[in-house]
């Protein structure tokens, strides 16, 4: 495999270096992207091993199942162990544990992990490989390059530029675990209560806190171990199957936690000088027209007339549309709508952005008497000694514009 090279080399111009190269294939560049110092970071490499699930269903059982028997008209706690080498030999060869001065343990719950095996329903997706782009991005709200400013006594210093702290945590391995839970009591009917205790909690979520894994019970088998000048016990084996998840710190010698920013973008402001005011005609401005893409991905183009046109003014400019009148009178006709709100005033669009039609024939504005309204209803008045003819029934009145 290429190793990765301390400079961004154009491979198309310069020779590789053999020195630094262990395949045919070219050199890997350089991301500096991921040169991200962590030494000034508490965050810690989270990671998830079989001692953590082994931990988590231990503590689901001491802590949340609680099982507990009746011994002598008293209630007694069923204490849970883990199977070490010695105590699992001890318990293969004789049926049942002693502690070190050789007293018969009962009541007692043991857990023995059996098998890990990745799984298959999910090793199809790739999801346990991993490419580059594989991986959990988690952002963090405190970011040191955008500090807190007091706002009644604020710090003359430069606006400081926005951007997110990202940690970039691999896709963990994705695990099925076997278990035995083998449970010994002095009498059936111990056994019994211990088992009608634990029986409810199949398919749960076995675990604490953060180490949460689903949880399913096997088939129960029972067994009574009679020994010859030995007290009888009575044993159950529970298997249990854990759908779990694996993270080590490191994987391939790379640490599985990586730090960096979001990215920033270089922005640039186009500045118009246009000699009419955007807001005061239906017509948009061929200069501005001809940036319009340049402002609806983020860019805000300057004019020297009016405000900044960002991509929600220039949204609401280039959006017309047609709405018919209805008849009133000779002289009045209303409009079933609402004009739009102007993004940059805040109050409704104004008379000079509509344009009204009769018959197609276009009408100058001082003929009739409007004020948009961000109302449902508006009324225009027509000054028929100046239009030369009275409104009648049968025409057609159109009003294009900025319609809500």
Same mark, same amino acid.
């Given at each position: 495999?290429?190793?990765?090279?301390?400079?961004?080399?154009?491979?198309?111009?310069?020779?590789?270096?053999?020195?630094?190269?262990?395949?045919?294939?070219?050199?890997? &560049?350089?991301?500096?992207?991921?040169?991200?110092? =962590?030494?000034?970071? +508490?965050? $810690?490499?989270?990671? #998830? *091993? /079989?001692?953590?699930?082994?931990?988590?269903?231990?503590?689901?059982?001491?802590?949340?199942?609680?099982?507990?028997?009746?011994?002598?008209?008293?209630?007694?706690?069923?204490?849970?162990?883990?199977?070490?080498?010695?105590?699992?030999?001890?318990?293969?060869?004789?049926?049942?544990?002693?502690?070190?001065?050789?007293? &018969?343990?009962?009541?007692?719950?043991?857990?023995? =992990?059996?098998?890990? +095996?990745? $799984?298959?329903?999910? #090793? *199809? /997706?790739?999801?346990?490989?991993?490419?580059?782009?594989?991986?959990?991005?988690?952002?963090?709200?405190?970011?040191?390059?955008?500090?807190?400013?007091?706002?009644?006594?604020?710090?003359?210093?430069?606006?400081?530029?926005?951007?997110?702290?990202?940690?970039?945590?691999?896709?963990?391995?994705?695990?099925?675990?076997?278990?035995?839970?083998?449970?010994?009591?002095?009498?059936?009917?111990?056994?019994?209560?211990?088992?009608?205790?634990?029986?409810?909690?199949?398919?749960?979520?076995?675990?604490?806190?953060?180490?949460?894994?689903?949880?399913?019970?096997?088939?129960?088998?029972?067994?009574?171990?009679?020994?010859?000048?030995?007290?009888?016990?009575?044993?159950?084996?529970?298997?249990?199957?854990?759908?779990?998840?694996?993270?080590?710190?490191?994987?391939?010698?790379?640490?599985?936690?990586?730090?960096?920013?979001?990215?920033?973008?270089?922005?640039?402001?186009?500045?118009?000088?246009?000699?009419?005011?955007?807001?005061?005609?239906?017509?948009?401005?061929?200069?501005?027209?001809?940036?319009?893409?340049?402002?609806?991905?983020?860019?805000?183009?300057?004019?020297?007339?009016?405000?900044?046109?960002?991509?929600?003014?220039?949204?609401?400019?280039?959006?017309?549309?047609?709405?018919?009148?209805?008849?009133?009178?000779?002289?009045?006709?209303?409009?079933?709508?609402?004009?739009?709100?102007?993004?940059?005033?805040?109050?409704?669009?104004?008379?000079?952005?509509?344009?009204?039609?009769?018959?197609?024939?276009?009408?100058?504005?001082?003929?009739?008497?409007?004020?948009?309204?961000?109302?449902?209803?508006?009324?225009?008045?027509?000054?028929?000694?100046?239009?030369?003819?009275?409104?009648?029934?049968?025409?057609?009145?159109?009003?294009?514009?900025?319609?809500?």
């Amino acid at each position: 495999m290429p190793r990765y090279n301390r400079k961004d080399i154009d491979r198309k111009t310069n020779k590789p270096n053999p020195d630094r190269t262990e395949g045919l294939s070219d050199d890997l &560049l350089l991301n500096r992207a991921y040169q991200t110092r =962590r030494d000034d970071d +508490v965050i $810690r490499t989270p990671k #998830r *091993t /079989l001692y953590d699930i082994d931990f988590a269903i231990k503590w689901y059982i001491d802590n949340e199942i609680r099982p507990q028997i009746t011994e002598n008209n008293a209630l007694v706690t069923v204490p849970v162990i883990f199977a070490n080498g010695e105590k699992w030999d001890n318990v293969r060869r004789l049926g049942y544990l002693r502690d070190e001065k050789g007293m &018969l343990q009962s009541p007692l719950i043991m857990l023995k =992990r059996n098998s890990a +095996v990745e $799984r298959d329903n999910l #090793r *199809t /997706l790739d999801v346990n490989r991993i490419p580059a782009s594989n991986f959990m991005a988690y952002r963090q709200k405190y970011n040191s390059r955008n500090r807190y400013e007091d706002e009644l006594f604020p710090i003359p210093i430069n606006k400081p530029v926005d951007s997110e702290k990202i940690y970039v945590i691999d896709i963990p391995k994705y695990v099925t675990i076997e278990y035995d839970m083998m449970l010994w009591c002095d009498y059936t009917t111990q056994m019994n209560d211990l088992v009608d205790q634990i029986m409810p909690y199949g398919r749960y979520l076995w675990g604490n806190e953060g180490n949460r894994f689903a949880t399913a019970l096997g088939t129960i088998s029972f067994e009574t171990v009679n020994t010859v000048g030995e007290d009888r016990l009575v044993r159950a084996t529970i298997p249990l199957t854990v759908q779990g998840t694996l993270l080590s710190e490191h994987e391939s010698r790379i640490s599985t936690l990586k730090k960096m920013f979001s990215i920033k973008k270089v922005r640039f402001d186009t500045i118009l000088d246009l000699d009419v005011d955007v807001f005061s005609t239906t017509t948009v401005p061929v200069a501005l027209l001809q940036v319009s893409q340049q402002i609806f991905s983020g860019g805000v183009a300057q004019t020297s007339t009016g405000p900044a046109i960002t991509a929600e003014i220039m949204t609401y400019l280039v959006t017309m549309s047609d709405k018919q009148a209805a008849y009133v009178n000779s002289t009045t006709v209303t409009v079933s709508g609402a004009a739009a709100l102007n993004p940059h005033t805040g109050t409704a669009a104004t008379k000079n952005e509509f344009n009204v039609y009769i018959n197609g024939q276009y009408i100058d504005k001082p003929v009739y008497t409007w004020s948009p309204t961000l109302s449902a209803t508006q009324t225009i008045v027509f000054d028929t000694t100046a239009l030369g003819y009275n409104i009648d029934s049968t025409d057609v009145v159109i009003i294009n514009g900025r319609w809500a």
